[in-house]
């Protein structure tokens, strides 16, 4: 499979996530660190929260058999993560 047909899988993933919540798109990290931090007393940011989850995938990738799904999830969440990046970069502007 081509670089490029995972990142177009990621990014129909990413879409049908959300059309599997009836939500116009994915976007539950936020409410997802929001509750590990009340419940930790950490502070992890929304674009943390992508990137540990991107961590896993990795992590995931390097035990048993090869899966796909490892990569397709893994650039979703880099680039879900790096949306969140961008909303601090284009403040800065």
Same mark, same amino acid.
Do not use: P
């Given at each position: 499979?081509? #670089?490029? $047909?995972?990142?177009? =899988? #990621? ?6 996530? #959300?059309?599997?919540?009836?939500? $116009?798109?994915?976007?539950s ?9 009340a ?8 674009? $943390? ?13 390097m =035990? ?9 999830d ?20």
């Amino acid at each position: 499979m081509k #670089a490029t $047909e995972i990142l177009k =899988q #990621a990014s129909d993933c990413i879409g049908d996530r #959300a059309s599997e919540r009836d939500q $116009e798109q994915e976007r539950s990290m936020a409410r997802t660190v929001n509750t590990f931090n009340a419940l930790t007393g950490h502070n992890l940011s929304e674009k $943390e929260g992508w990137m540990f989850m991107a961590c896993l995938k990795m992590a995931r990738s390097m =035990q048993g058999s090869e899966k796909i799904d490892d990569y397709v999830d893994g650039s979703a969440y880099i680039a879900l993560a790096g949306e969140c990046a961008t909303r601090f970069i284009d403040k800065e502007k």
